[in-house]
């Protein structure tokens, strides 16, 4: 198979990070038979320092001419860096914000996975920890509180700030039926997640998603209100497979699911939208602090890569080669510096790269 793929090493750690990613699917491609073409393109710090903006057209023509685009990430050290004197909608983030909006990426993946070895990062208690977790957050990225009209007035001496949830069925039954073809690819249960006995967008959320869910009779639905869930993902998280819900919601519940991962270089996302096309980045930032010192933990970036070719090209078997490659690399005892543990050997970023790779026989 043909594979184009766009890479936006992007700033900071970014480019030691997707170089590792690169490696590990130059080894996936070697093995399996197919042929990766790859094209870098800039975003955010490095595309303002060569070309004045954080995002250019011809980067989103790259994008959109490519298959699936692999980003490192993007930014830099908001205090010292002089991309944050310029004005908002000129900075590293304005060209993150742009390119997913001319892409259309509507979905949002996340998945947080308890590896064994990595249990003692995670902050729940041990007999919660110890039956591991694998969940997937799909969250709703271009509609909702965060999209309707807002504004702030003042009637009779009394401020008052309005925001208006949104959502059509239409963009309800888009990122509905994503959630349930990725459950189709896992464990095949969803859970979908509204505050159905409060709000009407959430009441139509729920309609809309069982609708759907008659499609795909070999997938387990079942709802949940948002606090309930919001409890569940530290008192039984082994129970989620893949958690489906709106913007606002999916956005405070993903960054909870991945805390209880404690991992934060672990953490892979993808950004989809209505074809197989999808960007594929690591949850963290460009890590600044680290940049340069081949101290970053490029695995997050390697899933995001596995994502890449399970979900963009129903390569199944390969990310899955890529997956149990990090799952053996852990249980050797090798760590980079952010999940070291005691007894474990430290390695920099570009030997974790050399070891996945390896790995992949
Ligand atoms: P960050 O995720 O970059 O770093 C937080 C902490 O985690 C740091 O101590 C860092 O060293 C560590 N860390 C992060 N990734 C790591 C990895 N792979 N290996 C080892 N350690 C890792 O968050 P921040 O410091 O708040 O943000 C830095 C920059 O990244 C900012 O400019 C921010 O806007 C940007 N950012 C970009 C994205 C993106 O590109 N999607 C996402 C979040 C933040």
Redesign the pocket.
């Known amino acids: 198979m043909k594979l184009n793929i766009v890479c936006i090493p992007?700033?900071?750690?970014?480019p030691e990070?997707v170089a590792e990613a690169k490696k590990v699917l130059n080894k996936v491609a070697n093995l399996y038979g197919h042929e990766i073409n790859y094209r870098d393109v800039l975003l955010?710090?490095a595309s303002i320092d060569v070309h004045g903006v954080p995002l250019t057209d011809e980067t989103i023509q790259a994008a959109k001419e490519a298959d699936a685009v692999l980003?490192?990430?993007?930014?830099?050290?908001?205090a010292t860096?002089p991309?944050?004197q310029l004005p908002p909608n000129l900075r590293?983030?304005a060209g993150?914000l742009g390119i997913r909006k001319a892409l259309n990426l509507f979905a949002n993946l996340r998945p947080a996975v308890l590896y064994e070895e990595l249990s003692d990062a995670c902050p729940l208690r041990k007999d919660i920890s110890e039956a591991g977790f694998d969940m997937l957050i799909m969250r709703e990225l271009t509609g909702g509180l965060y999209f309707g009209e807002r504004y702030t007035t003042e009637e009779n001496g009394i401020r008052k700030a309005v925001d208006t949830l949104v959502y059509n069925e239409n963009e309800i039954r888009r990122i509905a039926k994503k959630g349930f073809d990725i459950a189709l690819k896992r464990r095949r249960k969803v859970t979908s997640v509204d505050k159905a006995n409060v709000l009407d967008s959430s009441r139509l959320w729920r309609k809309v998603v069982e609708e759907v869910a008659l499609d795909y009779p070999e997938v387990t639905l079942e709802h949940m209100l948002v606090d309930n869930c919001a409890m569940q993902l530290v008192k039984d998280p082994a129970q989620f497979d893949v958690i489906l819900t709106e913007n606002m919601f999916g956005d405070i519940l993903s960054d909870e699911a991945s805390m209880v991962t404690g991992s934060?270089?672990m953490l892979a996302?993808a950004s989809l939208n209505d074809t197989k096309f999808g960007l594929y980045?690591?949850?963290?930032?460009?890590?600044?602090?680290?940049a340069g010192k081949d101290?970053?933990?490029?695995?997050?970036?390697i899933l995001s890569a596995a994502m890449m070719l399970k979900y963009s090209f129903d390569l199944d078997q390969e990310a899955a080669a890529i997956e149990s490659a990090v799952k053996k690399v852990l249980e050797k005892g090798y760590r980079?510096?952010?999940?070291m543990s005691k007894g474990c050997r430290r390695v920099g970023?570009k030997e974790m790269g050399d070891l996945l790779a390896d790995e992949i026989k």
């Open positions: 992007g700033d900071g750690i970014g990070i955010g710090g980003m490192g990430s993007i930014g830099g050290d908001a860096s991309w944050y590293p983030e993150l934060i270089g996302s980045e690591p949850s963290h930032g460009s890590a600044p602090d680290i101290a970053a933990n490029p695995i997050a970036t980079t510096g952010d999940i970023c």
